[in-house]
């Protein structure tokens, strides 16, 4: 199966938690029997392909990419530097239980 995302914001902040829940049962040998999201929780919008040549985030707090006043983008990069920098730890803490 394709993986696919979503570019808002809320996609990006709340998946982490489903996709730990996700590779926790499975660990477990829980398989998720139901249907794959077609559409965003958060934004309602479509999903697309991981693969695709789509921008990552195409706009921050329902406001394009390029409407953002310098101070919006200053804020945003703070706060997508914030969520790399979680990613980064759950990971390692992942890495850490199962070379345990």
Known sequence: MEMKM??????????????GAITLAHVHGIEYQGYPFKYCPWCGKELI?????????TCWCGK???????EELKSAFEELSKLYLDKEKDIDSVRRFFSA
């Open 6 to 19: 979503c570019n808002c914001f809320k996609w990006d902040k709340s998946i982490i938690h489903i996709e």
């Open 49 to 57: 392909d991981t693969n695709s040549n789509s921008p990552l985030v």
């Open 64 to 70: 394009p990419i390029s409407e953002l006043t310098h």
